[in-house]
């Protein structure tokens, strides 16, 4: 098992440039999730997804899409980039809801200048 | 507000010795509290779950506790060793939700 992975690993956006973050899981896990990590802070839930076709904001969902069309794949859109939305991006997958561990992906670091 | 909460210091220790990291918490109902690994550069690795009526867990060199009263967890790794560096990562699991509220994380340095 690949487990979660995450494409690409590294990007520069300038301001205004759109692009989508790949996710995809091979666990068959229900859940998806997508998270940002600011030096200092807390993960922050952008989205989530509970099954194909099912998503809901999280805490921070200002400036992102998200569509959930296959159990495996989970990508998030970025419409529009700003400099705030400079960060690590953590995409994660569990099996079922907060009563299971989420496996990681090995994010994505994204720059808007 | 809802708080978590973890020591932003790092937590530095020689080798060997128990390390003890914790996390505080306000105005959340949590019904579990995952403790997670960062490496630099990398994604959350799962370590230990404990459950609300749980008090305590352990699993190889890992121990945690989990004081609903109190809103604490501590997270201890005995004998520990240089490899045990790392960031660590506390997360509360609400009840009856889907989310997962995840402190800052403590960074710990196991000199050798």
């Known amino acids: 098992n690949a487990g979660v992975t995450q494409t690409p690993k590294f990007r520069i956006l300038k301001i205004g440039q759109s692009m989508t973050l790949q996710c995809a899981q091979d666990?068959?896990?229900?859940?998806m999730y997508w998270y940002r990590q600011d030096p200092g802070m807390g993960l922050k839930l952008i989205y989530y997804s509970v099954g194909a076709g099912i998503t809901d904001k999280g805490e921070v969902p200002n400036g992102y899409n998200v569509s959930r069309s296959t159990t495996e794949d989970f990508p998030l859109r970025l419409e529009l980039a700003a400099p705030s939305q400079t960060s690590v991006y953590f995409c994660?997958?569990?099996?079922?809801?907060?009563?299971?561990?989420?496996?990681f992906g090995p994010g994505t670091r994204l720059t808007v200048t | 507000s809802q708080k978590i909460e973890q020591n932003s210091e790092a937590l530095n220790i020689q080798e060997g010795k128990t390390a003890t990291l914790t996390c505080n918490y306000t105005?959340?109902?949590?019904?579990?509290l995952q403790w997670y690994r960062q490496d630099p550069g990398r994604g959350p690795v799962f370590l230990l779950l404990i459950r609300e009526n749980e008090k305590e867990k352990r699993k190889e060199r890992l121990k945690v506790t989990f004081d609903t009263t109190l809103k604490q967890s501590l997270f201890h790794i005995t004998a520990s060793q240089p490899a045990d560096s790392a960031t660590y990562l506390c997360?509360?699991?609400?009840?009856?939700?889907?989310?997962?509220?995840f402190g800052a994380g403590t960074r710990l340095f196991v000199k050798a």
């Open positions: 994660a997958s569990s099996w079922d809801s907060v009563s299971y561990e989420q496996y």
């Open positions: 105005n959340y109902s949590p019904a579990y």
């Open positions: 997360a509360l699991a609400l009840t009856g939700g889907f989310k997962t509220i």
């Open positions: 666990m068959n896990h229900n859940y």
